[in-house]
């Protein structure tokens, strides 16, 4: 342990504790490594004298608070000095009350002595106040201190004296601790009491020495005695009522009338003072006579807890014979009834609610298999859900019978931790279906049945929503959280197939779950809806009813609710420009990357790849997204385009192919036009069919991606018309060959530059085609640009570039 000095008396510590003059002085004398500086005034019960410092505060002063100060006078201290010094808000030490330096004491009756001052402060005479003033307590005087320093806490209570008192009246009570404040001039003090001020009713005087001049006080009053003398009459009897009120006294001769907590005078006189003489009446508005409680015409339900109720209250006098309804804390109806004899009219009253107990005391569980099942206190019973809440509630209220006239029917699907099991209908609804929400969703998991009749009458409505309702709005009771299925599959399709989960409904996600979720009914079968929550779908909620009819997509299921899409909620598509030397190729990725600007899409570029099917293998390598928006070199970008544009996460992974317009002839479709493709079928393609895209699933999507220029050079032109005309010659549909007119059409051929070879393309294209009478592999051969460049040079003598 380490050694303890002491400043000024013996605390009588330890046998081993020494003076000391100061600090310096115990530093000097110190063995150990650091030591104690305590006080004999300090309550160290407890005190770890072992503590040391952690070693990067071992060079400080360490000081304890008191009670009173941040600095208790309690020090450990390094025995090499310090520099500066760590204040220690706990433990607290608990300064002892001395009467050492304290003066002014003698009429002080109550005061805690264990204040101290700072050490840290300047010597001052320390000047406490009373229970009334900021001064005239106590003073704490420092030896040496001449400057006054005035403390707000503690303050003193003084003795109670007689000396310079008078009474001008009889008191029951007064405070005559009270004195004046030390720094006023000599005043006649006059005191008033608790029904008339000082200067309308003198009561009590405090008369300063040689003082003539008159000070009114608001406190403190004086307490006049109880006078239920004969002046007083009780208009209504038993009632409680202060009989110390006195009129005002300069008032002339009044019947000074008073009401009660519920009526002012004028409606319910209640207790007369009849000043002798008197004719006219006074009504007093304050204060008012408290009725006594009364059962007297009452009529209490047996479910009311009326512990809190206060049965003083009376009708108006003069307001016609009522039956009063008073209200619970849920209704208008259900609480105490004050009948008015020969009443037969009911008024209903909500100014004091009574708390109803429970009139509903079963509580049937549904359980929807979502393993919370069980955690609803107090149930009576479990049954299983049945397809929907109408033949799920029809034979639960037949099963019952008569065993109970209302029952709660709660779901293991919602959270009724605070639920008020107290509720209770209106009268008049006695009778009905109460369903509460769940959430904002209106079509709730919760009922209060009257079991008789929903058993009597359910079964003859088709649905649920056309029985006997009342929802109500007040009250919502929180659905649990449903599962959340997070993958990785670009869409929901094989998942919702092949997940197995625990609960009505469940979320599908490929990025995040918003924060906010609808609530799907599940009162039937069309109401338990498929949710797309963003454009793209990327979050869906899906009910398990849904699970079995999903083959290919989630339309295959009937019921889906799409106005609850938020747009832009989806992670945007990657944007991927390819490019192989096209003559327009840097105009045109100079207009993507405008295009994007300020957007969230990301931009990549693959150029000089050769080979198609290579060059799509690297813009889908490329990209960082499920789809990705695929622009080729000769697209001159729509600027209007919706970048925040999805796929379809509800249907089998596809790609779409959007609008382009042909400058050449007019046509508007997706020839040469953008393209979200989907990454994972990009790369599973290796290119055997005729047109790559198509050689996938695939969707049209009627949205103007740009125009695209492919008439640069005539051999640019020759070769797109070629390769598109072998496309439309294999097709056989109404549209393939009104698009096959239009590129045949010789009328376009001025309409650009070098649109004369867009035709001539497409026309050595039908003749190749019908030489080759069509066959796949012959035509594949317009894959190799080395084989098209070849043809064409013997066929048109034209170079390629």
Known sequence: MFDVFYLGKKPNLFVHEQPAVDIQDAAHRCRTRYFWVVNYLSDYSGWDWLWEPVPWQAGQRHAWASQWQKDSGTYLVPREGYTDTNYHADPVIQRLPSSEHWYNCDLVSEFDYSWHPDPTEPDYVYVFGTNYHDQGGPEYRVPSAVDPKYVSQPRAQLEPSTANWQTCVNVDSFDWSWRPHPMDPPYIYVFGNQWHSATVMPTVEYHVPGATERKYMNTPCATLPKNPNRLWYDVIPDCDWDYSWVPDPGDPPYIYVFGNQWWPAEKMPTVEYRVPGATERKYVTWPRVQLTPSLEHWTVPDTLDVSDFDFSWQPDPGAPAYIYQFATQHQKTGGPVYTVPGATEVKYLSEIKSRTTRVATAIYEIDHLDEHAGKIKNTTRRVRYFDNYRDTLIRLAKSIGTEHEYVWVCSSICDYTGFDFSWHPEAWQSTMLHVFASNEQKFGDTFFMHVPTFAESAEKK??????????????????????????????????????????????????????????????????????????????????????????????????????????????????????????????????????????????????????????????ARASTTPWFFAVFAKLAVNPEFDWYWQPDRMQEPKHYIFHARNPVNGLEYGHQAMIAYNRDLVLANSGHGLDFTLDSAHEVVPMMSGTAYYSYTPWMAWRTAFREVLKLCASTDVESQYRLKQWLDPDTNGIVEHGQWSVLGAEDAVEYYDSVNGDFEQLRKSYDWAWLASYVFVKRGLVPD
């Open 462 to 619: 088709a649905l649920l929503d056309w029985y006997d309702v009342n929802y109500v709005p007040s009250i919502s009771v929180p659905r649990r959280s449903m599962p959340v299925i997070y993958h990785k599959d670009d869409t929901h399709v094989d998942v919702v197939k092949r997940t197995d989960w625990a609960g009505p409904l469940a979320v599908f996600t490929v990025e995040h779950v918003p924060a906010e979720l609808p609530t799907v009914s599940l009162w039937r079968q069309e109401t338990k809806t498929i949710v797309p929550l963003s454009t793209g779908a990327s979050a869906v909620i899906v009910p398990k009813t849904a699970q079995g009819h999903v083959r290919t997509q989630l339309y295959d299921y009937a019921y889906i609710d799409k106005t609850r899409r938020k747009p832009h909620s989806d992670r945007p598509l990657d944007i991927v420009f390819i490019s192989n030397g096209e003559p327009n190729a840097e105009t045109n990725w100079g207009m993507v990357s405008r295009a994007v600007d300020y957007r969230p899409n990301q931009l990549h570029r693959v150029d000089g790849i050769n080979g198609r099917v290579a060059a799509y293998h690297a813009a």
